[in-house]
DNA sequence: CGCACAATTCAACTACCGTTGAGTTAAACA
DNA sequence: TGTTTAACTCAACGGTAGTTGAATTGTGCG
C-alpha cells in the first residue's frame, strides 16, 4: 500500500496550468463550448494528459469550480451590522467576488448554467443552500415568503452578474461598485424585508398583451 | 427575366414548417447547441433543405427571429396613463411576451445570446433601441442618467426572465404574473425615476473582498 | 408530350468533439 | 544499474457539426 517508488509528481505545475486555463477557456465560453482540446491548447498539453489528470469533462468542470469565494466567510460579513444595510452588503459583497481570484470560475459557472443543465443545477443549489438560506434564517422572514423573496433577490443579482460580465451592457459593465451598491442596494433590501403583497397591483393596470 | 415556367413553389408548408421547427429548437437549446440536423429532423426534413432555404445557420436564425412582439405597438401602451405605475406596466407587457406567440422566439434569443457573442449584439441593440430609450425618452430622464437608468431596468427584466423561463428558479417560474408585477414593478419604478444618488451608499459599508 | 425549374433528397467533405489505450520518457528508489 | 511508477505523447475510435454539389422528383406550362 504505502510503497513510495517510481517517479515523483515530477512537474506539480502541470496540473495547476491545466486548471487554471480550464476556468479561464470555461469562463469564456462556457462549458459546452469549451473543448478539452482548447483547454489542453492554452495549456500548452496534449489532450489527453488532462483525461489523465482529471478523467472526465465533467470532473475537470467540478476541480476548476472548487475555491470560489467559500460563502461561509462571506455570508457572516453580510449579516453582520445594520439589518437595514444588508442590502447594500449583499451587493457590494456580490460585486467583489467577481473582481477577486474567485470571479474566473463564477464567470464560467454563470455562463454554463444557462445552456446547461447539469452546472444549472449545481448554480442553483450553491446559491439557495449557501447564500440565500442564511441570510433569509438570520432576518427571521416570514417561511412563507422566503422562497419568493429570495428567487426575487436572485433574479437580480443574476441580471446584475449577466448585465455586468457577460452582456457587457454599459454602463453596467463599467460601473463603479458604489454605484451599483447604491442603485441595486435598496431594491434588495426591498425583495429581503419590505411587506410585497402590502401594495398589490394597482387594479387593471397590465397591458393587453399581443394576441395569440 | 420573367420567366414563370417550371414547377411552381409546390409545397409552401414546408418553409414555415422549417421555421417553426427552427424556433422552438432554438428556443430549447440555444444557437449554438441547436443542431440544423435537429431543425431538419423536427420538421421532418432533410438538412441540406434548410440550406436551400435559409442558406446558413446564421440566416435561419435571423428569419426565425422575425416577427416577435413589435415594441413598436407595446411600448405606447406601458405609456399611455399615470406615470407612476409605469413600473408596474412594464412587468407586465414583459410578462404577457412569454405567454404570446412572441414567446417562443423571445427565450431563443435569451439563450442565445449568453453564449454567442454575435446574438447578445443582436439582443443588446434591440433592447436599447426598441424598449428602453422610448421609455426613458417619454419619462425626460436626466440624459446624463438615462443609461444606467435603463440598463438597471435591464438587468432586472433579464434576470426575471432568466429565472423564470431558462433556469426556471421556483417560485418564480410558477408565480401568477400579478404576484410578480407587484413585486417587481415598483423596482422597475425606482430604477426609472427616483433619485438614484440621493442616497449614497452608506459611508464604508462594503464587505472586504477575498483576499487576490 | 416534354421542357423548365423549384422542391427535395443523397452522399460526401472537412472539421471538431470527448475519450481511449498503447507507447515513450524520466525521475526516484533498491 | 535496474526496476518502479508517474508524467506525458501519439494515433486512433466513433460521433456530430455545417456545408456542398450532384442527383432525383414532381408540377405547371408551351
Redesign the interface.
Known amino acids: 500500500m504505502a510503497r513510495r517508488i517510481g517517479r515523483r509528481p515530477g512537474n506539480p505545475d502541470t496540473r495547476a496550468t491545466i486548471l487554471a486555463a480550464a476556468r479561464t477557456t470555461f469562463a469564456e465560453?462556457?462549458f459546452?463550448?469549451a473543448s478539452i482540446r482548447a483547454i489542453a491548447a492554452t495549456a500548452g498539453v496534449d489532450p489527453a494528459l488532462v483525461h489523465h489528470y482529471f478523467g472526465s469533462k465533467d470532473k475537470l468542470f467540478l476541480a476548476a469550480m472548487n475555491a470560489p469565494?467559500?460563502p461561509a466567510?462571506?455570508v457572516p460579513?453580510?449579516l453582520a451590522?445594520?439589518p437595514d444595510?444588508i442590502g447594500?452588503?449583499l451587493v457590494?459583497?456580490f460585486l467583489?467576488?467577481w473582481?477577486?481570484?474567485?470571479g474566473t470560475p463564477a464567470v464560467a459557472l454563470l455562463?454554463s448554467?444557462?445552456?446547461n443543465e447539469w452546472t444549472?443545477r449545481l448554480?442553483?443549489e450553491f446559491l439557495t443552500t449557501q447564500v440565500l438560506r442564511p441570510v433569509l434564517d438570520h432576518l427571521d422572514v416570514d417561511p412563507a415568503q422566503a422562497?419568493?423573496r429570495g428567487?426575487?433577490v436572485?433574479?437580480?443579482?443574476?441580471?446584475?452578474a449577466?448585465?455586468?460580465h457577460?452582456?457587457r451592457?454599459?454602463?453596467?459593465a463599467s460601473?463603479a461598485?458604489?454605484?451599483l451598491?447604491?442603485?441595486?442596494?435598496?431594491?434588495m433590501q426591498?425583495?429581503l424585508t419590505a411587506p410585497?403583497?402590502g401594495?398589490?397591483?394597482?387594479r387593471r393596470?397590465?397591458?393587453?398583451?399581443?394576441?395569440?
Open positions: 465560453r462556457g459546452d463550448q469565494a467559500d466567510k462571506v460579513t453580510i451590522g445594520d444595510q447594500e452588503r457590494g459583497a467583489s467576488i473582481d477577486s481570484p474567485a455562463r448554467a444557462v445552456s444549472a448554480l442553483r422562497p419568493l428567487s426575487l436572485a433574479s437580480q443579482l443574476f441580471g446584475l449577466m448585465a455586468r457577460v452582456l451592457l454599459e454602463p453596467i460601473a461598485p458604489e454605484t451598491i447604491s442603485s441595486v442596494g435598496p431594491t426591498r425583495y410585497l403583497e401594495q398589490p397591483p394597482h393596470s397590465r397591458v393587453t398583451p399581443p394576441e395569440g
